[in-house]
């Protein structure tokens, strides 16, 4: 029996060794002298192509942009037009195949990808919905933070959420999920805020 075990389960280490390789094949390359992440002022994409591998046509092609900080920017087409594979490049989530990215006058090869992460929230519209407290999904944006209260009741603020949250039953100690005892659920648009909040909090 337990050589049978050995053998169903081995059989997966297959693809844990593809997974490894295939991670390493797109992994971007990381010079030796990595250089501090400044303060963002201006994030300059030039000439950013980008294609799936399971398609013909790139999603993004020949986009050349410059956002400044405190810009607020919309990307605006129509579906299937590049916007979320733009927005997800713009936030490091996704390396063009070519083109570069730079962050001021650093191109982000050349900056540590960890730091680089510290400094980017994203919000997306599939948000996760964590079975934690309310006070530890918004937590889940940075955990390395732990600055007590004030900090995640201002994220909460900011998302239009602190209302919400103390209206729950035990406020931001509210388990958000059904599936244990006394936990409570949220609306769509409450989890969005969650959701805000969490970027906020980042």
């Known amino acids: 029996m337990f050589a049978d075990v050995i053998y169903t389960e081995g059989r997966h280490f297959a693809d844990f060794t593809h997974l490894l390789s295939s991670a390493q094949l797109r992994a971007r ?34 986009i050349t942009l410059t956002i400044r900080a405190g810009q607020t ?48 929230a994203v919000i997306s519209q599939a948000y996760w919905h964590w079975p ?3 006070e530890a999904n918004i937590r889940m944006g940075d955990l390395s933070q732990d600055g007590g209260d004030p900090p995640v009741e201002a994220a909460a603020r900011l998302a239009a959420a602190h209302d919400l949250i103390t209206r729950l039953p035990h ?25 805000a909040a969490r970027g906020f909090f980042r």
């Open 29 to 62: 390359p990381q010079p030796a002298d990595l250089a501090p992440t400044p303060p963002l002022q201006t994030l300059h994409l030039d000439d950013v192509t980008l294609t799936y591998p399971d398609r013909d046509r790139p999603a993004v092609a020949g």
């Open 73 to 120: 920017i919309a990307l605006v087409g129509e579906n299937g037009s590049g916007k979320s594979t733009l927005a997800a490049i713009i936030a490091g989530l996704r390396n063009p195949d070519t083109g570069t990215v730079s962050w001021n006058e650093h191109h982000l090869d050349h900056l540590d990808p960890a730091d680089v992460g510290t400094r980017i």
């Open 171 to 195: 406020g931001y100690q509210t388990l958000l999920s059904r599936e244990f005892r006394h936990g409570q659920d949220l609306s769509g648009g409450e989890w969005q805020r969650i959701a």
């Open 132 to 134: 934690f407290s309310a």
